[in-house]
């Protein structure tokens, strides 16, 4: 089975290395090192898409992020592409979010993403013990006072819970989101902040104050307060170790003293987890206040 994922996780690659060319089954039998009709199979098998179905909703996401970013002409992302043309791809674009490209780009809202993970970084059940434990950066940052677009889970309090309870698509929505801050967050909200019955890991994204880009069914938006916090980041790290570099830097930040900053932790402001990119290192912020 290990042999299947990898092949299936080279396929992956390949299709994100290649989007913007033609994909042929050959060349994906190729990275798979299988027959074509078993390098499909396989690719159906896990990650839920046929090959095609999954390189299309991956163009049609990466497009609108350039739509939402960037002075572009509809013509020229649908070539950019690897659409046929103008026509076919503003079909395609309102079949997969609900509206046309031209819309998009004049009034982004919140739209659900395609944003797929490796199949190879799964979830991991060990409770691995942390030897030879790797540098981890400390810095102080601000964040002001601020909003954030999220959705509560149940009881969740972390990713796979989380996912478990509402989905795990919810980050392509949020990816779609404009945010100062650069991209989305997973949140350990303190009890303030938390509804009855719902749960203390929610995923969202920071937004300005006065952020009016709509609010999805089942999502809300909420007051964030500003507060210091200190970045907790990890050297960087192959994406198959991507577990180990998480409890790497939160074994780290549960042991770290913050009163040689002259702070202690701040439990009104939300705790912070950035996605885990292997090349610049895993991150976490955890909120402080000054220590009276």
Not at 20 to 39: N, V
Not at 65 to 80: M, P, S, T
Request: proline content about 6%; overall charge negative.
């Amino acid at each position: 089975m290990r042999e299947q994922i990898e092949a299936v996780q080279r396929m992956q690659d390949y299709i994100s290395e290649h989007l913007r060319e033609e994909i042929t089954p050959a060349g994906l039998a190729r990275a798979a090192g299988y027959s074509p009709w078993h390098a499909r199979r396989l690719f159906s098998l896990y990650t839920g898409l046929m090959p095609g179905q999954y390189v299309r909703k991956l163009r049609l996401s990466r497009s609108a992020l350039k739509l939402r970013d960037e002075r572009v002409r509809i013509a020229d992302v649908a070539f950019e592409m690897g659409f046929g043309s103008v026509d076919g791809y503003q079909r395609a674009f309102r079949r997969e979010f609900g509206c046309n490209p031209g819309e998009y780009a004049a009034h982004p809202t919140p739209i659900g993403l395609f944003m797929p993970g490796g199949v190879q970084y799964g979830r991991d059940e060990g409770g691995e013990v942390m030897e030879n434990l790797k540098t981890v950066f400390v810095h102080r940052v601000e964040r002001p006072a601020r909003k954030a677009l999220i959705k509560r889970g149940v009881k969740a309090t972390e990713y796979f819970a989380y996912c478990d309870e509402v989905g795990c698509d919810v980050w392509g929505l949020l990816q779609s989101v404009r945010s100062p801050w650069g991209e989305p967050v997973c949140l350990w909200l303190p009890e303030r902040l938390r509804r009855e019955g719902t749960s203390q890991y929610v995923q969202g994204v920071e937004l300005e104050e006065d952020y009016d880009g709509g609010v999805p069914e089942g999502f809300e938006v909420i007051e964030l307060p500003g507060s210091a916090y200190l970045l907790f980041q990890g050297e960087p790290f192959r994406e198959e170790d991507y577990s180990r570099a998480i409890k790497e830097v939160q074994f780290a930040a549960e042991r770290y003293d913050p009163t040689v900053w002259g702070l202690t932790w701040n439990d009104s402001a939300p705790r912070m987890q950035l996605a885990p990119v292997g090349e610049r290192g895993y991150m976490e912020l955890w909120p402080v206040k000054a220590k009276n």
